[in-house]
């Protein structure tokens, strides 16, 4: 069983059936509900968008992993392509609103800025067109899948408006349980930083004197302290390696807190 954000016809429906060859599914309409419903144990897996290459980190789902006690179990890089769909019979000058999730509309930001259609957000692309379907919306659009097309029996006015050609999301698959070492293993983790001079300096130098690669950095502000940072890092390796635990030790020494949020395979 693998819980997803959205409706069916999601991209992230569309990446579950890429990591798992035979899976139940489980929608949730909130990000919250797949963590929640693995750490309830309704659902084996989770799999939540984390980052696209073109708009950025998803943050909610950041603030959700560090929240949960769940591990990061594996990825996904799911090439991202989006259609604008209409009820049958409709037509690209007829449209006057635009329906779809905050990325998805960030993705395709060229092509809709040119068809001066009001565009509005919603909490899942497929949603949007199972919204316009069941309402008998004219004169509305969604930017969804081509897969939510079919299910919702919408009709596609235009395929592929993302603004880039290369548009890729990257989700991870999360669990109660931890994943095997591999031989191309990654590990994520957030850590703080101390206030102090040079704290972040010498929290990332257990890094750097080890030559272990970052593949990642980011910062995001603290939700319990204004004005100060967290950070979210992915390096390659596996916890269990000898190198990467002395460097996690190490980091530990440095910062404020630490917390693993899983090794895994890379995609």
């Given at each position: 069983?693998?819980?997803?954000?959205?409706?069916?016809?999601?991209?992230?429906?569309?990446?579950?059936?890429?990591?798992?060859?035979?899976?139940?599914?489980?929608?949730?309409?909130?990000?919250?509900?797949?963590?929640?419903?693995?750490?309830?144990?309704?659902?084996?897996?989770?799999?939540?968008?984390?980052?696209?290459?073109?708009?950025?980190?998803?943050?909610?789902?950041?603030?959700?992993?560090?929240?949960?006690?769940?591990?990061?179990?594996?990825?996904?890089?799911?090439?991202?392509?989006?259609?604008?769909?209409?009820?049958?019979?409709?037509?690209?000058?007829?449209?006057?609103?635009?329906?779809?999730?905050?990325?998805?509309?960030?993705?395709?930001?060229?092509?809709?800025r040119k068809l001066k259609a009001e565009v509005v957000p919603t909490y899942d692309t497929a949603g949007s067109a199972k919204r316009i379907k069941e309402e008998g919306l004219r004169g509305y659009a969604a930017v969804a899948s081509q897969r939510a097309a079919q299910i919702y029996g919408l009709e596609i006015l235009v395929e592929k408006i993302e603004t880039n050609v290369s548009n890729y999301t990257k989700f991870f698959v999360i669990a109660k349980q931890e994943a095997a070492p591999s031989p191309r293993s990654k590990t994520s983790l957030v850590f703080g930083v101390k206030n102090a001079p040079g704290a972040l300096h010498a929290s990332l130098g257990a890094f750097a004197s080890r030559n272990i690669n970052l593949t990642k950095l980011e910062s995001r502000p603290s939700k319990t302290k204004p004005w100060e940072y967290i950070f979210y890092v992915d390096f390659e390796g596996h916890i269990s390696d000898k190198t990467c635990r002395e460097a996690v030790t190490q980091l530990g020494q440095e910062a404020s807190f630490v917390k693993i949020l899983g090794s895994y395979p890379r995609a």
């Open positions: 069983m693998v819980a997803f954000q959205g409706e069916r016809g999601a991209f992230s429906e569309d990446a579950v059936t890429t990591f798992f060859d035979d899976a139940q599914l489980l929608p949730g309409r909130h990000l919250s509900d797949v963590f929640g419903a693995v750490l309830a144990e309704k659902a084996d897996f989770g799999v939540v968008p984390v980052e696209n290459s073109q708009a950025g980190s998803i943050n909610e789902t950041y603030d959700l992993l560090l929240d949960y006690p769940l591990h990061i179990f594996g990825e996904i890089n799911l090439r991202i392509s989006h259609c604008l769909m209409a009820l049958p019979g409709g037509s690209l000058d007829k449209i006057r609103t635009v329906y779809s999730h905050p990325q998805a509309l960030a993705q395709c930001e060229e092509f809709l």
